[in-house]
C-alpha cells in the first residue's frame, strides 16, 4: 500500500524551541509539498520541492524552512516556533501532474 | 488570481439520496481538477482527477464532470451512505512543473449523511 508517512500524529512544543516535522513517501514521487490546515482557512501551501535539494516557497513561508536531502524525503522546520503556528500541518506527495497526490495523515502541532 | 469557492459549506442528506457538491474556479485555464475527501483529522484522499481535455471521470458511485468554459465542476454522489460522510475538496492547477503544477484548493463542503 502506497504511503506518505508523517514522524508524529501530534506534538506539543513550547515558544521558542526549534520543531523538525518528518515526511517520508515510498512512491517515488518527485514532487512533495507541506500545508498547513486551519479552521476558516483551509489548506494554505508553506513550501513545496520538485526534486532532490530543490525547494520553492508557498503562499505562507514565513517562519519555516525546509529540507530535502533525499527524494523520499521532505523535512519541515519551525526555526522558532510561535503560538500563531499552532495548526495541522499535511505532507503530500504526487508525480508530475499531480498524478498519484496522496497526504499524509497529519501532525497536529500545538505551541504552548 | 486563482479562487476556487465551494458551496454549501456544509450539506446533511438522508441514506440513500443522490446529491451534487459544486466547485467554481475564476481562471478557466487550468491544467487539471482533483476532488479530494477528507475524514476528521485525517490527510486527504483523492477521489478523481480530471484532465482539463476531459468532460468526466467515474469511479464507482462517485462522478466528476468539468466545464471548463464556465469554470465549474460537480462531483455527483450516486445512492449516499452513512460512510460517505467526510469534507469534500475539490482543486485546480495551472500547469504541470514548478508552481503552475500546485494545486490551488477550496475550503470544501461538509457532508452528513443520515442513517
Known amino acids: 500500500d502506497v504511503k506518505v508517512t508523517q514522524s508524529s500524529r501530534y506534538l506539543v512544543k513550547r515558544t521558542g524551541e526549534k520543531v523538525f516535522l518528518e515526511c517520508v513517501q515510498d512512491?517515488?514521487?518527485?514532487?512533495m509539498f507541506w500545508y498547513r490546515q486551519d479552521p476558516g482557512l483551509g489548506l494554505r501551501l508553506i513550501y513545496f520541492s520538485y526534486d532532490v535539494k530543490m525547494k520553492e516557497k508557498g503562499d505562507i513561508p514565513e517562519g519555516y524552512s525546509v529540507s530535502r536531502e533525499k527524494k523520499e524525503r521532505f523535512s519541515l522546520i519551525l526555526e522558532s516556533a510561535s503560538t500563531n503556528q499552532t495548526s495541522m500541518y499535511l505532507c503530500?506527495?504526487?508525480?508530475?501532474?499531480?498524478?498519484?497526490?496522496?497526504f499524509g495523515s497529519g501532525t497536529r502541532l500545538t505551541v504552548v | 488570481k486563482q479562487e476556487v469557492t465551494q458551496i454549501p459549506a456544509a450539506l446533511s442528506v438522508p441514506e440513500g439520496e443522490n446529491l451534487v457538491l459544486n466547485c467554481s474556479f475564476t481562471?478557466?485555464?487550468?491544467?487539471?481538477l482533483q476532488w479530494f475527501r477528507q475524514d476528521p483529522g485525517k490527510g486527504l484522499t483523492s477521489l478523481l482527477l480530471?484532465?482539463?481535455?476531459?468532460r468526466e471521470q467515474t469511479s464507482g458511485r462517485l462522478n466528476a464532470s468539468l466545464d471548463k468554459s464556465s469554470g465549474r465542476s460537480t462531483l455527483y454522489i450516486a445512492a449516499s451512505q452513512p460512510g460517505d460522510s467526510a469534507t469534500y475538496l475539490c482543486a485546480v492547477s495551472r500547469g504541470i512543473g514548478g508552481s503552475q503544477g500546485n494545486l490551488i484548493f477550496g475550503k470544501g463542503t461538509k457532508l452528513s449523511v443520515k442513517p
Open positions: 481562471d478557466s485555464a487550468i491544467y487539471n
Open positions: 503530500a506527495s504526487s508525480f508530475v501532474g499531480n498524478y498519484g497526490y496522496t
Open positions: 480530471i484532465q482539463s481535455s476531459q
Open positions: 512512491m517515488d514521487h518527485e514532487n
